[in-house]
């Protein structure tokens, strides 16, 4: 039996996050509205390669600004150390790096995390290869027991896959996701295909937006991953941006800021759902009805404040629940009641049996008080791919018009244990949002699964105040910018207004001298 390596995925001088990038993924702002939104009572772990030398995979806690006391060092034969410098291992630049990102002082996007467990990655995933005639067998081993540690960060690759590596790779993973209800957040590589272990169902890969990042599909079965992208030149620094937002969100969700179901709100299939929708797609950003998420960005670039604010819309439960039969139309119901918000979540269950499809409606009013308005709509739908199961539950998204039954936009991959819909440009109207669980052949009845949502419509207000005029906006979603042009007629020159922007009572606030001739606004979301 060979044991089988993985790969470092960038070695470079220590780093961390600047301000433009803590702006773009969301941090900025979040710290703003709640500056306690740190990861605060959250365990996380960062597994290491080994290099150059077999030992090189420790955080220094000074690098990070962190008490030695905040680190446990597990080595390559499992061999446990706390205190810094140790015989454990050594110091790694590379480690230095990804920690900076992840939870490091001040730039880190989860400042305040409980405790981290530093494994190097060759104790913390195994893989073994035996050549029997003319195939090849993987066996490949994780923890035998919760090492509770509820997010992990995983800035390595395995190179030079095969598919049946791949899948073995990723059914490790998947099968101790599903287990210990744990968040593997790994880079997809630099380059190429996309990389084990960030190709399992159960965790999130992720992209470098601006870096030279691996693209998918999937070498299996043309899985969508990337999940989602942050900002940085390589994959081992965008990475850690998510595996931060993920245990800001755990945060959120365990100390009740999605409400009482804190359960549901910080499981994996929940915080992967809400980071996934409160992404903002780049201006060349597509998918299609069979792919949920763009080859290149996944859902889009990580914003942590947006994901947030839907978790804070709270759970909300499905209107009504029907049966159809297998493979049948499923149009709206007709059913009156409504969710209560644009934006929030759901954690529950959908049903199908042998001889019929199970549809769970969720109503949606989406309406303002401007007349011509139109909205923008995102929902993003996670299962897990079950313990021990080599297929997944076949679920689907629709988004139909209540009042004519017309069907607006699908999701409907036949591998992927994601749904994605994004839709721009949305009249106003009732809408029925569906999560559909097809019959017949399937891996259970039942399937537990997690729902992230946002109607949006962001209107600008204005007010003339000692000569200034006030322009404001709602603060939720963010990532728009203010501009402005002194007539409409073509061709239309915007100018990005530069004035400071304050926060004040969930709106946004821009103060402009008033001109003395016309000044039109508009917000828009640049391509970063």
Request: charged letters at 10%.
């Amino acid at each position: 039996m060979t044991k089988r390596s993985f790969t470092v995925l960038f070695l470079a001088s220590a780093v961390s996050l600047q301000a433009g990038d803590l702006d773009t993924n969301g941090v900025t702002v979040l710290r703003q509205v709640d500056p306690t939104l740190t990861g605060s009572g959250v365990r996380v772990a960062q597994p290491e390669g080994s290099y150059p030398n077999e030992n090189d995979f420790e955080v220094s806690p000074a690098y990070v600004s962190q008490p030695t006391n905040l680190f446990t060092y597990i080595s390559t034969n499992g061999a446990v150390a706390t205190g810094f410098p140790n015989s454990a291992g050594v110091e790694s630049g590379h480690a230095d790096a990804v920690a900076g990102y992840f939870y490091g002082i001040p730039g880190g996007v989860a400042t305040n995390v409980a405790h981290v467990d530093n494994y190097v990655a060759d104790y913390f995933v195994q893989v073994f290869e035996r050549i029997i005639g003319s195939s090849t067998n993987y066996t490949v081993s994780l923890p035998s027991t919760n090492i509770n540690d509820p997010v992990v960060n995983q800035s390595f690759i395995f190179t030079g896959t095969t598919v049946s590596l791949q899948q073995a790779i990723d059914s490790a993973y998947d099968n101790y996701a599903a287990q210990y209800d744990t968040l593997f957040i790994s880079g997809v590589g630099n380059g190429g295909a996309v990389n084990p272990p960030a190709t399992c169902y159960n965790g999130i890969g992720v992209g470098a937006y601006g870096g030279g990042s691996s693209t998918g599909p999937t070498l299996d079965n043309g899985r969508a991953k990337p999940d989602i992208t942050a900002p940085a030149t390589e994959t081992s620094y965008s990475t850690p941006q998510v595996a931060g937002a993920a245990a800001v969100i755990e945060q959120a969700g365990l100390r009740g800021d999605g409400g009482s179901d804190t359960n549901g709100a910080a499981d994996l299939r929940t915080v992967k759902a809400l980071l996934l929708n409160g992404a903002i797609k780049p201006g060349d950003w597509t998918n299609g009805p069979a792919s949920p998420l763009d080859a290149r960005y996944g859902a889009g670039v990580l914003n942590v404040f947006n994901s947030y604010k839907q978790l804070a819309g709270g759970r909300h439960g499905y209107t009504v629940s029907n049966s159809v039969s297998l493979g049948g139309m499923h149009p709206p119901t007709g059913a009156s009641g409504t969710v209560s918000t644009l934006f929030g979540w759901d954690f529950n269950t959908n049903t199908s049996s042998s001889s019929s499809d199970g549809v769970n409606h969720y109503y949606f009013n989406v309406t303002n008080d401007v007349n011509d308005a139109t909205f923008t709509a995102t929902a993003t739908l996670v299962w897990n791919r079950q313990r021990n199961q080599s297929a997944i539950n076949n679920l689907n998204l629709f988004l139909y018009n209540a009042a004519n039954s017309n069907l607006m936009a699908v999701s409907t991959s036949a591998v992927d244990n994601v749904e994605h819909l994004f839709v721009p440009n949305l009249a106003q109207g009732r809408y029925d949002l569906q999560v559909w669980k097809a019959g017949g052949s399937y891996v259970s009845s039942s399937e537990t699964y997690a729902l992230a949502f946002e109607f949006f419509n962001l209107p600008l207000s204005d007010q003339l105040t000692n000569n200034n005029l006030v322009i404001s906006w709602p603060v939720a979603p963010t990532g728009f910018q203010l501009q402005s042009a002194a007539g409409l007629n073509p061709p239309v020159s915007w100018t990005t207004v530069t004035n400071a922007v304050t926060i004040t009572n969930n709106q946004n606030v821009v103060s402009v001298t008033n001109g003395s001739g016309s000044q039109f606004f508009r917000l828009i979301r640049p391509s970063f």
